[in-house]
């Protein structure tokens, strides 16, 4: 979070599906100097990511997306909507699949 100490701002956050395992995303940007960058976190199955959203309140709609429809298993988000953001029947439907016999 030493960017956003920086004056850099929150621009995106997003998760991906990349062959068999998620992708997140963080990207932040500076507005005067034009500088963007993006931390690229791939966690392991299950493995628990704590939620930014304590120090930068923006992430709290991306994180309970990524959760929802990826399955990133992100803890402690400030504003958490429990996979209710979305009205789905489909159980986090752009999570990895998983692999036979797990």
Known sequence: MAKM???YRLSQ???ATIEDHLELSYSF???N???YYTFRILPA???EIPSITRICPAAIFYENEMRELFGAN???IALDLQDKMYRIEE???FAPEKKEGE
């Open 13 to 15: 956050a997003c998760a």
């Open 74 to 76: 992100i803890t402690l």
């Open 33 to 35: 100097s034009f500088q």
């Open 91 to 93: 159980v986090q439907p």
């Open 45 to 47: 199955e299950g493995e």
């Open 29 to 31: 940007a500076e507005d």
């Open 5 to 7: 100490a920086e004056g």
